[in-house]
């Protein structure tokens, strides 16, 4: 059985391949932050790209936010 799962690009926790980060990462994540990025609609792919810009920037999970 082949692992399926790959690093998260904030700590050393795993991730699904359809996922941006772990599951604890995102649950570090504001609430509305956690809101904007679960909608799915024309700007879905605008605010992903957001929040990769963020993580690659270093910006603390607690603060980030993403425009709707």
Same mark, same amino acid.
């Given at each position: 059985m082949r692992d399926t799962h790959l690093d998260c690009p904030v700590c050393d926790g795993r991730r699904d391949p359809k996922q941006?980060?772990?599951?604890?990462?995102?649950?570090?994540?504001?609430?509305?932050?956690?809101?904007?990025?679960?909608?799915?609609?024309? =700007?879905? *792919?605008?605010? =992903?790209? *957001?929040?990769?810009?963020?993580l690659k920037a270093g910006t603390p999970l607690g603060i980030i936010r993403v425009p709707r």
């Open positions: 941006q980060i772990c599951n604890r990462c995102w649950r570090a994540l504001p609430a509305t932050t956690r809101g904007r990025l679960a909608l799915n609609d024309c =700007r879905t *792919h605008a605010r =992903r790209a *957001h929040l990769r810009r963020e």
